[in-house]
T-cell receptor, first 114, second 117 residues
Framework: AQSVTQLGSHVSVSEGALVLLRCNYSSSVPPYLFWYVQYPNQGLQLLLKYTSAATLVKGINGFEAEFKKSETSFHLTKPSAHMSDAAEYFCAVSDQGDFQKLVFGTGTRLLVSP | EAGVAQSPRYKIIEKRQSVAFWCNPISGHATLYWYQQILGQGPKLLIQFQNNGVVDDSQLPKDRFSAERLKGVDSTLKIQPAKLEDSAVYLC???????????????FGSGTQLSVL
């Protein structure tokens, strides 16, 4: 069965520092992988998705993620954190097609300090 | 463009009571999903509709949960009777098929936060 593991329920960075949120997946077939962001009292918003076209995926708000099959990872990065990046981030996987039956990780809360 | 609308925003009930949530997807979106997000966990798919038909309800606790999308537009999710463990945020999402036929992007509503006391 497909699944994702997000390492670290909370990640704290200083404004301007590198953001690294970790996600490892498990799938018996080539997966579709996604990163979503959830701001307080709002719905989930798609940051980026991987669908085998390119291993390095660029998303909105300066985020990007790299698919590494050998490590079964899809970590999310941003070179320089901004205060507005503080939110909950979810990694998700699907082995049934683009946006089909997504399985989400438990989420990582990103805290950004001045 | 209007987003996915959900109501109510909050609901507090006692266990064994009934509750219903409403979702209006983005106009033209054929696919509608209900997710349950328990505090500290990621969203879990409960049911997926394609127009007014159920595509997947394998994770819906059918002894107490029901959902319908009679006219293929808005949808209701009902819990009867509610249990303490049903306390969660219930998220509705919708999507539309792209030129390839595959769904393109999920749009989520803000959710209904349910507290069962």
């Amino acid at each position: 069965a497909q699944s994702v593991t997000q390492l670290g329920s909370h990640v704290s960075v200083s404004e301007g520092a590198l953001v690294l949120l970790r996600c490892n997946y498990s799938s018996s077939v080539p997966p579709y992988l996604f990163w979503y962001v959830q701001y307080p009292n709002q719905g989930l918003q798609l940051l980026l998705k991987y669908t085998s076209a390119a291993t390095l995926v660029k998303g909105i708000n300066g985020f990007e993620a790299e698919f590494k099959k050998s490590e079964t990872s899809f970590h999310l990065t941003k070179p320089s954190a901004h205060m507005s990046d503080a939110a909950e981030y979810f990694c998700a996987v699907s082995d049934q097609g683009d946006f089909q039956k997504l399985v989400f990780g438990t989420g990582t809360r990103l805290l950004v300090s001045p | 463009e209007a987003g996915v609308a959900q109501s109510p925003r909050y609901k507090i009930i006692e266990k064994r009571q009934s509750v219903a949530f409403w979702c209006n997807p983005i106009s033209g979106h054929a696919t509608l999903y209900w997710y349950q997000q328990i505090l500290g966990q990621g969203p879990k798919l409960l049911i997926q509709f394609q127009n007014n038909g159920v595509v997947d309800d394998s994770q819906l606790p059918k002894d107490r949960f029901s959902a319908e999308r009679l006219k293929g537009v808005d949808s209701t999710l009902k819990i009867q009777p509610a249990k303490l463990e049903d306390s969660a945020v219930y998220l509705c999402a919708s999507s539309f098929p792209g030129s390839s036929g595959a769904n393109e992007k999920l749009f989520f509503g803000s959710g209904t936060q349910l507290s069962v006391l």
